[in-house]
Every structure is written in C-alpha cells, then in structure tokens.
C-alpha cells in the first residue's frame, strides 16, 4: 500500500511541475541571456563528457514537448 502511494506520488508530482512552469509572458533580456549562457554550458559540458544515446533521445523528447519560442 505504501509502495503504491509513493510510486502514485512520483508520477503525479511532476505533472503539477510542468503546469506550474506554464508562462504565455514574453521573454525578457535577461532571460534570453540566461537560456543563451545555458546552452553555451550544456555545449562545453557535451564536449568534455559526450551525451550518450539515452542522454540524446532525452533531449529530442524535451525539444518536442517544449514549444520553440526563439
């Protein structure tokens, strides 16, 4: 019964996560720089230590789900 309860938990948890992220507010500068900054890190981080192909589908998953508002 416990078990069922966490594992109900921690699948529903996140759902909550991804609505609260929801934003139709336009970007500001600094959150522009920000994304840029990040995508620059995530570029040196993946030439050090290259995505495997889980990383990599994980990736294309979260670039389908998230709208493209660059």
Excluded: N, Y
């Excluded at 019964?1 to 594992?7: F, G, N, P």
């Excluded at 991804?18 to 507010?25: K, Q």
């Excluded at 970007?27 to 620059?40: F, S, V, Y």
């Amino acid at each position: 019964m416990l078990r069922r309860t966490i594992i109900s938990a921690a699948l529903i948890v996140p759902l909550f996560g991804a609505l609260a992220a929801c934003d139709d507010e336009p970007k500001g500068p600094a959150e522009t720089m920000g994304e840029k900054l990040d995508d620059a890190g995530q570029s040196m981080k993946d030439t050090i230590d290259p995505p495997g192909p889980a990383e990599e589908a994980g990736r294309e998953i979260d670039d389908a789900l998230t709208p493209d508002s660059k």
